[in-house]
């Protein structure tokens, strides 16, 4: 009961933090009076729902939103098997640690441009290039959270000789979860924003391309109206399958 | 059958255990007694294979056992699956295990719902439902009080008397290695070496 009644109170503060945000942009767009600087809610939501009816929105929502997961796909993989080995294996640590500080302080921008000229003008290149930008911070958030394994846990496993795949899934993974979710919830968000650079500077569909062609005609309200749709998508995915995840994965902590 | 004979054992440049040596048959429990930090945890290491750096020869069997100092659970799993996925038992196997115990009704709590000393006696079931050929034991009852520790000291008693097993038992405390043991042993000085117990 005092599960439920704390999640109805932060459902309500979420509701209540989002309309002062859409408030706060209604008060600007009003007070700022000029519609091709700061359209207002009111401008912008008819936009939206004209994209939507055309299907325009959906087709490169659906692109976008492709890319968004391709890229964190390979990103949580490769960042959690390489974040693994620098965590547990001092060797290896020592060996990769140049390459991920090079690879962390690597611009965006140069990334996504040497892809596209080294991979080409396609898909490939696209999801390569964000990979690459995010692989880098989820390998430093998981090598720090195999350091802080508990080690009695893993005499456990030793002693009572799990298998391999049985110390991963049940001692392993579970301890690595909120690192695993901190890494998740920031690398989504990161990636979307450079799927955008890397839609606008080289593809021919997506909200990144969407927004390329409306800030060439000065349409601040289409690119509003593209952007927040798919802001709104990631709220979506963040409240329909990242929190429930989370909430799963840390029952233990609340039984 | 164990068969230890360490030459040396070192941490660091600290060497902690001299020459220790004891052989152990099945069903017998050898007690270690001596006070904190002498070195009785890094000797049942050293047998339990969870170091493997020292100068000797240890034969165990195979098929071991540990009651850590704390009861180093699971936290996200029940205490059902503390047994069946540490050892791999069945679901019945591992019941009965806990009615041994006494947690037969609290099988699908998780540890942290689980009072210290049911933590210690699921430990308990952890290691007895191993069904091990050798059994470890590092000082479980620390940090129990009295009643606990004489609660914790019976059931080991029955547990061990209903099964025929070559244990090694650490302890701070004579009176509970007196309870337990079929042979008691002090380790002292360092580095450490093993010597009869006072009387």
């Not at chain 1, 796909?73 to 020592?94: K, R």
């Not at chain 1, 496993?157 to 049985?166: D, K, N, Q």
């Not at chain 2, 270690?32 to 000797?43: A, F, I, R, Y």
Request: glycine share 8%.
């Amino acid at each position: 009961m005092k599960w439920a009644a704390d999640r109805s109170g932060s459902i309500a503060v979420t509701a209540t933090s989002i309309l002062a945000m859409v408030l706060g942009w209604w008060a600007l767009a009003l007070i700022n009076g000029d519609p091709t600087v700061l359209p207002g809610p009111w401008r912008v939501l008819p936009l939206v729902g004209a994209e939507l009816a055309s299907g325009d929105l959906i087709h490169h929502l659906a692109a976008t939103l492709r890319r968004v997961a391709l890229a964190f796909v390979i990103a949580m993989s490769v960042g959690i098997a390489v974040g693994l080995l620098m965590g547990s294996n001092q060797g290896a640590d020592q060996w990769l640690d140049p390459w991920l500080i090079a690879f962390l302080n690597l611009p965006a921008l140069v990334t996504i441009v040497l892809c596209y000229l080294w991979i080409g003008l396609n898909e490939v290149a696209a999801v390569t290039a964000v990979a690459i930008n995010k692989i880098p911070t989820v390998v430093v958030t998981i090598r720090e959270g195999t350091r802080a394994l508990d080690r009695q846990l893993s005499d456990v496993a030793t002693v009572f000789r799990m298998s391999r795949w049985i110390r991963f899934r049940h001692v392993v993974l579970p301890q690595l979860g909120p690192y695993i979710a901190s890494a998740g919830r920031s690398g989504i968000s990161l990636i979307w924003k450079i799927v955008l650079v890397v839609e606008f500077l080289g593809r021919s569909d997506g909200i990144g391309f969407k927004i390329h062609l409306y800030f060439q005609l000065f349409d601040v309200g289409m690119v509003l109206a593209y952007a927040l749709s798919f802001v709104v998508v990631m709220l979506v995915i963040e409240a329909l399958f990242l929190r429930p995840w989370e909430a799963h994965a840390a029952r233990w902590r609340h039984a | 059958m164990i068969s230890v004979s360490i030459d040396s054992k070192s941490i660091g440049d600290t060497k902690v255990l001299g020459r220790v040596s004891f052989e152990i048959s099945e069903g017998e429990t050898l007690a270690v007694v001596g006070p904190s930090g002498v070195g009785k945890t890094t000797l049942l290491r050293v047998l339990a294979g969870l170091d493997t750096e020292f100068e000797g020869q240890v034969q165990v069997p195979e098929h071991c056992a540990m009651v850590f100092q704390e009861p180093a659970l699971l936290p996200w799993r029940s205490a059902l699956q503390n047994l069946t996925l540490v050892n791999g038992v069945s679901d019945a196997a591992a019941r009965a295990a806990l009615g041994e115990v006494g947690l037969r009704d609290l099988a699908n709590r998780f540890p942290g719902q689980l009072s210290l000393g049911q933590r210690r006696r699921l430990s308990l079931a952890r290691a007895f439902s191993a069904a091990p050929d050798m059994l470890l034991m590092d000082e479980p009852f620390v940090s129990l009080d009295a009643p606990l520790v004489e609660e914790m000291l019976e059931l080991t008693e029955s547990l061990l008397a209903s099964r025929s097993i070559a244990t090694v038992f650490v302890s701070h405390a004579m009176e509970e290695a007196q309870r337990l043991a079929t042979r008691i042993v002090r380790l002292t000085g360092s580095p450490a070496v093993f010597e009869d117990p006072a009387p």
